[in-house]
C-alpha cells in the first residue's frame, strides 16, 4: 500500500525472519525518497495505508487479541508518526484489511472467519476513532469471501471480494452508501479487480494484469485498457 499527501509519501512493510510474527512497519518519505520517519508494529502485520486531508495516518493490518486469536485492527497515526488510536474489528478472527480516507470518514474492509466460513464487511469510523456503522454484504452467494479493494467518495463506497460459488472462482463488485446501506452487487465474469478508486463519473478496477476498466455508478462496465 502507498499513499500521499502534501507532506510526504507513506509506505507499508514487513520485516522479520520469522513469518509467524512478522513486524509491520509504516514509513514516511519526502518527495525526494529521504526518509523522515519509521513506526514498527510488533507481531502486526500491515496490509493497506491510508492519508486524510487534515494529515492523519491510517494503516489497517492483523494483530493478537486478549484470547490470543488474530484481528483486524485500525490504527491512527499523527503526520510526524506518533500512535493517537487503536481499534479492533471485534467481529471474529479477522485477515487482510483495506482502508481509505475520505474527508472526515475512514472506511475499512475486511474478511472475518466464523463458524467455518469467511463473509466480508465494511466498517466507517470518525477520525477520532469511532464506529459509525458496520456493514455486511445482503447478497453473498459464497460463505468464502475476501476482501481485496476499496474506495469511498461523496457518490459512495465500493468493495470488490472474491469467493467461491459452487466451487467455481467468483468475484463481486459491490456498492454501498455512505451510509452504509448496500444499492447493488455485480459478479464480475473474468475479472478479478485488485485496486478500486472512483469519482463522480464511476468506479475505476485495475487487474494485477495492468488491464483497467471503468464501471458506472449503477455497476455496468463501460470500458478496457
Do not use: C, M
Amino acid at each position: 500500500g502507498v499513499a500521499v499527501d502534501a507532506t510526504g509519501v507513506y509506505t507499508i512493510g514487513w520485516e522479520g525472519a520469522d513469518f509467524r510474527s512478522p513486524v509491520g512497519l509504516v514509513r514516511k518519505q519526502d518527495a525526494r525518497g529521504n526518509e523522515l520517519w519509521s513506526r514498527r508494529f510488533e507481531n502486526n502485520p500491515i496490509s493497506d495505508v491510508a492519508v486524510d486531508a487534515a494529515g492523519g495516518v491510517y494503516v489497517v493490518g492483523t494483530g493478537p487479541t486478549p484470547t490470543g486469536e488474530r484481528d483486524i485492527f485500525v490504527s491512527k497515526l499523527s503526520s510526524q508518526g506518533n500512535p493517537l488510536w487503536t481499534r479492533q474489528a471485534g467481529l471474529g478472527l479477522g485477515s487482510g484489511g483495506k482502508v481509505v480516507a475520505d474527508n472526515s470518514a475512514i472506511y475499512v474492509a475486511g474478511t472475518t472467519a466464523e463458524g467455518g466460513s469467511q463473509h466480508v464487511f465494511v466498517r466507517k469510523y470518525t477520525a477520532e476513532g469511532d464506529v459509525l456503522w458496520t456493514a455486511r454484504p445482503v447478497f453473498a452467494p459464497s460463505s468464502f469471501e475476501h476482501a481485496f479493494g476499496l474506495a469511498a467518495n461523496a457518490t459512495g463506497v465500493y468493495l470488490a471480494s472474491s469467493g467461491a460459488v459452487e466451487q467455481r472462482f467468483a468475484v463481486f463488485l459491490r456498492r454501498f452508501t455512505t451510509g452504509g446501506q448496500e444499492l447493488w452487487t455485480r459478479r464480475l465474469v473474468d475479472r478479478n479487480p485488485s485496486r478500486l478508486a472512483a469519482d463522480a463519473s464511476g468506479v475505476y478496477a485495475l487487474d494485477p494484469s495492468g488491464f483497467l476498466r471503468k464501471y458506472t455508478l449503477g455497476g455496468d462496465e463501460i470500458w478496457t485498457r
